[in-house]
């Protein structure tokens, strides 16, 4: 079974860093885009940031400067290095896999999102 798994979330005073990871297991992939998304409560998810396979990155006006995304296809996993924090960065952060897996010689279509890991700024 593919499971994204996201860690590094909690709870940092504002104008602090925290550092998201977010891995993927359970098969062999090969993956294309990935993508960090997060929602407040009562609000929309929304995209916060995307790098595609060739390293091209978007971000989110709200959080350009500030945030990185980085990933490491040998260990399956995307980061997002969060600096500057402020109290409207609070949310639910998701990761967001494309690309493909493969199991018993087969090949499946990767698009999935991890559970969420919970980032709170707040003094």
């Known amino acids: 079974q593919v499971q994204l798994v996201e860690s590094g979330g909690g709870l940092v005073q504002p104008v602090g860093s925290l550092r998201l990871s977010c891995v993927a297991s359970g098969s062999v992939f090969r993956l294309d885009s990935m993508a960090w998304s997060r929602q407040s409560p009562g609000a929309q998810r929304d995209l916060v940031t995307t790098?595609?396979?060739?390293?091209?990155?978007n971000y989110a006006d709200s959080v350009k400067g500030r945030f990185t995304i980085s990933r490491d296809d040998a260990k399956n996993t995307v980061y997002l290095q969060m600096n500057s924090l402020k109290p409207e960065d609070t949310a639910v952060y998701y990761c967001?896999?494309?690309?493909?897996?493969?199991?018993?010689?087969?090949?499946?279509?990767?698009?999935?999102w991890g559970q969420g890991t919970q980032v709170t700024v707040s003094s």
């Open positions: 967001k896999f494309q690309g493909k897996y493969y199991r018993n010689g087969l090949e499946f279509i990767l698009n999935s």
């Open positions: 790098m595609t396979s060739g390293g091209i990155t």
